[in-house]
T-cell receptor, first 111, second 112 residues
Framework: GENVEQHPSTLSVQEGDSAVIKCTYS??????FPWYKQELGKGPQLIID?????GEKKDQRIAVTLNKTAKHFSLHITETQPEDSAVYFC??????????FGAGTTVTVRA | KAGVTQTPRYLIKTRGQQVTLSCSPI?????VSWYQQTPGQGLQFLFE???????NKGNFPGRFSGRQFSNSRSEMNVSTLELGDSALYLC???????????FGQGTRLTVV
């Protein structure tokens, strides 16, 4: 099955700086890559996603890039704010109706 | 537009008991997936239902089961509870299973 690795496990950044989280996947057939943000006591919230026919996608301060050849994808958050502090999960999926998740990255934005 | 609703939010059960968790998907969504979240194992896929049919199942023992009703609402059941079943159980809904999945707040199950 699909195996998704996520790095780093923790990330501390100064407010206003950028944060980058990287994930690799094992199954070259995977074609859908969402990112979720989970705050304490809440369920994961979809923040951005990308499909395999696209190399980059941006939504305001958040962007995701995908390298199909290397089988890795990354989340970029620019101009970080305290409310960006949360656990972020990457995931990968093929046409099997399930998401395989990375282990998560705890992001702390220092004021 | 209402999000995914899971009930109850919290449950405490004793080993050996069984439990049923409920999930109401976003209106119009026909696919419902269930995930178990623990600190040690992270987010793990349990099963997915579409139009009352299970289309995929994760690597969990047969004590874990689910079903989906004609209105797309879903339930999952865990029988003969073990301490290791303590976890946050999350439900996600999407239109078809191939589209964006939105999660509920989860049910926190504690087995004592």
């Amino acid at each position: 099955g699909e195996n998704v690795e996520q790095h780093p496990s923790t990330l501390s950044v100064q407010e206003g700086d950028s944060a980058v989280i990287k994930c690799t996947y094992s199954d070259s057939a995977s074609n859908y890559f969402p990112w979720y943000k989970q705050e304490l006591g809440k369920g994961p919230q979809l923040i951005i996603d990308i499909r395999s026919n696209v190399g980059e996608k941006k939504d305001q301060r958040i962007a995701v890039t995908l390298n199909k050849t290397a089988k890795h994808f990354s989340l970029h958050i620019t101009e970080t704010q305290p409310e960006d502090s949360a656990v972020y999960f990457c995931a990968a999926s093929y046409h099997d109706y399930k998401l395989s998740f990375g282990a998560g990255t705890t992001v702390t934005v220092r004021a | 537009k209402a999000g995914v609703t899971q009930t109850p939010r919290y449950l405490i059960k004793t080993r050996g008991q069984q439990v049923t968790l409920s999930c109401s998907p976003i209106s119009g969504h026909r696919s419902v997936s269930w995930y178990q979240q623990t600190p040690g194992q992270g987010l793990q896929f349990l099963f997915e239902y579409f139009s009352e049919t299970q289309r995929n199942k994760g690597n969990f023992p047969g004590r874990f089961s689910g079903r989906q009703f004609s209105n797309s609402r879903s339930e999952m059941n865990v029988s003969t509870l073990e301490l290791g079943d303590s976890a946050l159980y999350l439900c996600a809904s999407s239109f078809t299973g191939h589209t964006e999945a939105f999660f509920g707040q989860g049910t926190r199950l504690t087995v004592v």
